[in-house]
Each structure stands twice: as C-alpha cells, then as structure tokens.
C-alpha cells in the first residue's frame, strides 16, 4: 500500500505514528504529574496527607490551610514582597539601562562604540568570579541591602547583544527623519525607536524578570539578615533543604502538614511566571529572532 505524501515526503506509518504519539504521552505525563502532586498537596486536607506520606494526587477534598499559614504574615508573606520588589525594579532598571546601552552601541556615529562593544562581549565571555564580585559588592556598600539582589546582575551582555542587533535593524529613515524635524538622541530613543521595540523589550524583559525572580544565590552570598531574603531563599531553605517551618515564622499558631506548607510555597514560587508568560509568549519568535539572527 503507497503510503501519503506531505509536503513531498513521505507520511510516517500508523504504528510509527502511535508510538511517537506514545512516547511524548510519557514525556508530557513525566511533566505535568509531578506538577499536578505539588498542587493537590498543598489543598489536600491533613489526614489525607498523613495517610499518603506526604504527596497527594488526587484530594478528597480542598482545603487552604496551608495558603493561610503561608500569607498570615510570617517569613513566606515577607518574601514575596521582596521577590516582588526586586522583580519589578531590577526588571525596569536593567530594562532601562541596557536599552540605553544597546542603543548607543547601535549607532554608527557614537564614538566609544567599538571599545564598549568589546567590554560587553568581553564580559559575556569572561566571569569576574565569586570572590572578585563580593568584594565589590561589599566595597560599594552593598552587603545586607535589597540593591545587592539588583545591581550586579543589572545588565546582561547576551541581552544587550539582542537589543544592540533588533535596534541596528531598525530603518534609518525613520530616525534620519526625526532628526531632520529637531528630535535629539534621548526624544528619538524614546518617541520612535521604544514604540518600535515592543516585541523585543517583552521578550528581554521577560528574560530580566525570570532571573530576578528565580535567583536565590545572590541573596545567600550578599544577605545576612533573613528580613531580606526573597522567596526563593526561603523555598532552597525551607523546601529543599528540609528545614521545619515552625509558627513563629509563619506566624500563626494552627499549622498544617509540613508537606502541604512546602507544596504550598512551591506554588507560590512558580504561580507568578506562569501567569506572564502566556501574555508574553506572542513575542517569543519575533524579538528574538529578529534581535539575534538579522544582526
């Protein structure tokens, strides 16, 4: 029997066909499984948790006790105000100081392009290491402070490269344009080339926003104080490291099952990026592909 042509290649076989469909039904249950335990945990009630050992597929009914422990002001509440905190303005902060960065690296008539543009591929290339870093973090003041989460990871040479790239594509009749009708370097970065630049932006921004929220080894090197510690601090502590959650740094006195606190932080962490990435997702193809692949 002939077998169907596609776009002039031949069509794979029906059992070639169910087994690949099979093979990515494990890989996509390997995935969402564990995902849909860390959630039926976390509502599960507390005998159902007991009874199982700690993880839970399917609840015999929901329960938010463990969500209540974790937003009744205690050290979780506080960490995601400060997850929230340095996301947000590390994000538009490096956003900002990158696309100035990129623009002017994009400019044929700026006059420190060539050697900038080498420190930042340099220092794409090269790490400063651990101890160098913390010491310049340390004699800038930094150690103990919010901004130690922000300014050394402020700007990222591959992303300054995407938006060097997306920004020296752009037409130049354009700008030639609005510096004919009077607008300066600043007017014409914000009034034409931002507006033009949204796709790539998202996407970058994105990227800044997922590195500031995932991040947990900038505030175990920098922070002393536990006030400071962002959520995933507090996930590596509490979670991975297995350290027992008590009601002081919760601050509630009724305590579920250490299980269903730690699902419900897991949760917690990941809920925020789940929610942003599906609006950003549109942008995915165009920003990046038109920043790295046409520069």
Same mark, same amino acid.
């Given at each position: 029997m002939s077998r169907r042509i596609v776009n002039g290649v031949p069509a794979p076989s029906w059992p070639m066909r169910v087994v690949k469909g099979?093979?990515?039904?494990?890989f996509c249950a390997a995935v969402v499984i564990p995902f849909v335990g860390v959630i039926a945990t976390s509502v599960a009630p507390d005998r159902q948790i007991d009874e199982a050992g700690g993880l839970v597929l399917i609840p015999h009914s929901?329960?938010?006790?463990?969500?209540?422990?974790?937003? =009744?002001?205690?050290?979780? &509440?506080?960490?995601?105000?400060?997850?929230?905190?340095?996301?947000?303005?590390? &994000?538009?902060?490096?956003? &900002?100081?990158?696309?100035?960065? =990129?623009?002017a690296l994009s400019r044929p008539g700026f006059v420190a392009r060539r050697p900038l543009l080498?420190?930042?591929?340099?220092s794409m290339l090269f790490?400063?290491?651990?101890?160098?870093l913390y010491l310049v973090v340390k004699q800038a003041g930094l150690l103990n402070s919010i901004w130690a989460l922000i300014v050394p990871t402020m700007v990222n040479a591959f992303n300054v490269i995407v938006l060097r790239a997306?920004? =020296?594509?752009?037409?130049?009749?354009?700008?030639?344009?609005?510096?004919?009708?009077?607008?300066?370097?600043?007017?014409t970065? &914000?009034?034409?080339?931002?507006?033009?630049s949204k796709a790539v932006l998202s996407v970058i921004g994105l990227f800044y926003a997922v590195g500031y929220w995932n991040a947990f080894f900038s505030a175990l090197l920098y922070l002393d104080d536990s006030r400071l510690w962002p959520l995933q601090l507090v996930l590596r502590t509490y979670v991975?490291?297995?350290?027992? @959650?008590?009601s002081g740094e919760l601050g509630t006195e009724r305590l579920p099952p250490q299980a269903a606190i730690q699902m419900a932080i897991l949760v917690v962490s990941i809920v925020p990026i789940l929610l942003v990435y599906p609006f950003l997702q549109r942008h995915f193809t165009k920003g990046v @592909?038109?920043?790295?692949?046409?520069?």
């Amino acid at each position: 029997m002939s077998r169907r042509i596609v776009n002039g290649v031949p069509a794979p076989s029906w059992p070639m066909r169910v087994v690949k469909g099979l093979v990515l039904a494990v890989f996509c249950a390997a995935v969402v499984i564990p995902f849909v335990g860390v959630i039926a945990t976390s509502v599960a009630p507390d005998r159902q948790i007991d009874e199982a050992g700690g993880l839970v597929l399917i609840p015999h009914s929901i329960s938010l006790d463990a969500y209540r422990s974790l937003f =009744a002001g205690g050290v979780v &509440t506080r960490a995601l105000g400060i997850s929230v905190l340095v996301t947000v303005v590390g &994000t538009l902060l490096s956003l &900002t100081v990158s696309g100035l960065l =990129a623009y002017a690296l994009s400019r044929p008539g700026f006059v420190a392009r060539r050697p900038l543009l080498l420190i930042v591929l340099f220092s794409m290339l090269f790490s400063p290491g651990m101890i160098p870093l913390y010491l310049v973090v340390k004699q800038a003041g930094l150690l103990n402070s919010i901004w130690a989460l922000i300014v050394p990871t402020m700007v990222n040479a591959f992303n300054v490269i995407v938006l060097r790239a997306f920004f =020296a594509n752009l037409p130049g009749e354009i700008i030639e344009s609005a510096r004919i009708d009077g607008a300066g370097e600043l007017r014409t970065f &914000t009034s034409i080339v931002l507006p033009l630049s949204k796709a790539v932006l998202s996407v970058i921004g994105l990227f800044y926003a997922v590195g500031y929220w995932n991040a947990f080894f900038s505030a175990l090197l920098y922070l002393d104080d536990s006030r400071l510690w962002p959520l995933q601090l507090v996930l590596r502590t509490y979670v991975i490291n297995d350290t027992q @959650l008590g009601s002081g740094e919760l601050g509630t006195e009724r305590l579920p099952p250490q299980a269903a606190i730690q699902m419900a932080i897991l949760v917690v962490s990941i809920v925020p990026i789940l929610l942003v990435y599906p609006f950003l997702q549109r942008h995915f193809t165009k920003g990046v @592909l038109t920043g790295a692949v046409k520069g």
